[in-house]
């Protein structure tokens, strides 16, 4: 079993719809969790970390994270196509590690 | 600033030839990461330095891979020999605390 588990999609949404994406980890130990864009060809960029249960929200994007069931999810709300992307979820292991999921590949269509 | 750099961008070469991928993190960052990605195992950690340090090394797959940071502004990736499944694309990152890693544009390896 990985640490931290996505699907890898194509996760396709249309324009202006919520986009859901969800990670699950193993490691009960993990506190902090972090959300990675990456376009087609590009480096990660971080968009979100979230150490708290509960939502937290930035903009069009909020993070959610439940410890009990070791769920992290984010909410793209009014997606646009220029969020087309993969999104990485990465659990902090060890206080300076990230460990990353394989990624979800989000289209968002016109 | 100008961000993470590394070179250099692409590298073609053959198998068994030695191959070093260098760094320059992000002035004032303490910590600094090598990633490596593929499409099949992700995104995944090799080696990271906290001021200059190696401190954990167990992400990196074989002998033939070794990481230096002689000062805090370069950092190198060497792998000697190389062979075709390593290739991939290389990621250096960099941050000043754990929570924001800044990653650096990649070195698409490409072993033959």
């Known amino acids: 079993q990985k640490e931290v588990e996505q699907n890898s999609g194509p996760l396709s949404v249309p324009e202006g719809a919520i986009a859901s994406l969800n990670c699950t980890y193993s490691?009960?130990?993990?506190?902090?969790f972090f959300w990675y864009r990456q376009y087609s060809g590009k480096s990660p960029e971080l968009i979100m970390f979230i150490y708290s249960n509960g939502d937290k929200e930035d903009g069009r994007f909020t993070a959610q994270l439940n410890k009990a069931s070791q769920y992290v999810s984010l909410l793209i709300r009014d997606s646009q196509p220029s969020d087309s992307a993969t999104y990485l979820c990465a659990g902090e292991r060890d206080t300076d590690k990230l460990i990353f999921g394989t990624g979800t590949r989000l289209q968002v269509f016109p | 600033d100008a961000g993470v750099i590394q070179s250099p961008r692409h590298e073609v070469t053959e198998m068994g030839q030695e191959v070093t991928l260098r760094c320059k993190p992000i002035s004032g960052h303490d910590y600094l990461f090598w990633y490596r990605q593929t499409m099949m195992r992700g995104l995944e950690l090799l080696i990271y330095f906290n001021n200059n340090v190696p401190i954990d090394d167990s992400g990196m797959p074989e002998d033939r891979f070794s990481a230096k940071m002689p000062n805090a502004s370069f950092s190198t990736l060497k792998i000697q020999p190389s062979e075709p499944r390593d290739s991939a694309v290389y990621f250096c990152?960099?941050?000043?605390?754990?929570?924001?890693?800044?990653f650096g544009p990649g070195t698409r390896l490409t072993v033959t």
């Open positions: 990152a960099s941050s000043h605390d754990r929570y924001e890693q800044y």
């Open positions: 490691d009960r130990g993990s506190q902090s």
